[in-house]
């Protein structure tokens, strides 16, 4: 049946050009790691991946000798040396580094089937991300911690960042403290937090909404107007 004729198939494409729409990605995904991961990533692809920190991804893609497109492909960069790449043919992928690497330090695995991946996409697609996390998102893929604990109240706005840390990380345990680092400055995600802190992700997730609701109360006092440094 052509596309245009498939009324089910129309629908849902269009559903996401002008809403939102979810759906299982079905592209491959590759585990790079190692010391020289970065250098190899960057022989292969055509962007900056140095600029990437750890807990972002870029959107690029891979050439071959003639400069025409080969695929493209999302590199997520994890922890420092690890990756994840996101690409139509994995079994094409592997080849390719292998190709490229020369002496690097680098081993590649197909984790394809090690996790399932969804896709949300469309103009809305923020809107329904926030409707379902814990921790908003802001439209670069990033939580601030003083968003999730503001309330759009321009005394908080006003402290420099530096103060405003200072301020939440004197009120918090070591541990807490560590988590807060860890998801708000490093921009770690919580899988590989609870791997640096040794506990589960659901532990870090619990342990991060009870931190966060916490500190809402404490700084309570401030949003009506009164000093959070009483709180």
């Known amino acids: 049946m052509l596309f245009k004729e498939d009324t089910v198939a129309r629908a849902d494409a269009m559903a996401i050009r002008q809403g939102v729409g979810f759906y299982r990605w079905t592209h491959d995904l590759v585990e790079i790691t190692g010391k020289d ?31 025409e497109i080969i695929d493209d492909v999302i590199v997520m960069h994890m922890a420092e040396g690890l990756y994840w790449v996101s690409d139509l043919y ?43 996390l814990d921790a908003p998102v802001d439209e670069t893929g990033e939580t601030d911690l003083a968003d999730l604990l503001g309330e759009d109240d321009p005394e908080l706005e006003r402290q420099e960042r530096g103060q405003w840390m200072e301020w939440i990380l004197s009120r918090v345990t070591p541990q807490e403290k560590q988590l807060l680092l860890l998801r708000y400055e490093e921009r770690l995600g919580q899988r590989e937090t609870a791997r640096r802190l040794g506990v589960s992700q659901m532990q870090v997730s619990r342990m991060e909404r009870r931190v966060l609701e916490r500190l809402r109360t404490m700084l309570r006092p401030a949003w009506a107007g009164k000093d959070p440094a009483a709180a």
């Open 90 to 132: 994995g079994p094409r992928l592997l080849p390719w580094i292998e190709k490229h690497k020369g002496n690097a330090d680098i081993q590649a695995m197909i984790i394809t089937y090690d996790y399932d991946m969804y896709a949300v996409q469309g103009p809305d697609s923020l809107k329904a991300m926030n409707a379902l």
């Open 37 to 67: 991961a970065l250098e190899v990533l960057q022989k292969i692809y055509i962007s900056d991946l140095s600029k990437v920190p750890v807990g972002k991804s870029k959107y690029t893609a891979s050439l071959d000798e003639q400069g």
